[in-house]
């Protein structure tokens, strides 16, 4: 362990979740930076799609449907927003650049009203 200074967690889950074939995509070194790029299609990203947890397998799923239908996808893990943000401006954009919109910039997306815990059951689609 590196971490000396903060707390760490290890987080286990009963959940199946899918292993990620590391073969095709990225190694996990770059989980000690709080987010790396898993998967990257040729030329700037499009789309970038950032996700951690059990939430990583739905991307990639949604990473190989985009790159079937021609979209210059990527996927990036981000297992600790707060590790990410204190890297260094050039490691942070050269994981979440896409090809420019006017207007676009970099920002830490912001949750929704009941992130973070499952809708109620009349709102859960399905």
């Known amino acids: 362990m590196e971490q000396r200074h903060e707390p760490v967690a290890l987080i286990l889950s009963r959940q199946n979740l899918l292993t990620q ?8 070194r770059g989980v000690e930076r709080g987010g790396y790029v898993l998967a ?4 700037t990203a499009e789309v970038i799609l950032i996700a951690s947890g059990s939430e990583v397998a739905l991307c990639i ?11 210059r996808a990527r996927v990036v893990s981000m297992p600790s927003w707060e590790l990410f943000e204190r890297q260094s401006p050039a ?3 050269a994981s979440c650049r896409r090809r420019s ?6 920002s830490r ?5 009941g992130s973070g815990s499952s ?5 859960r689609s399905g």
């Open 21 to 28: 074939d590391r073969t095709k995509y990225a190694d996990a």
């Open 119 to 123: 809708a109620p059951a009349e709102r």
């Open 40 to 43: 990257d299609g040729a030329g």
């Open 91 to 93: 490691y942070r954009t």
């Open 109 to 113: 997306p912001r949750p929704s009203a």
């Open 101 to 106: 919109r006017p207007g676009s910039r970099w």
């Open 61 to 71: 799923e949604a990473y190989e449907r985009l790159r079937t239908e021609g979209v």
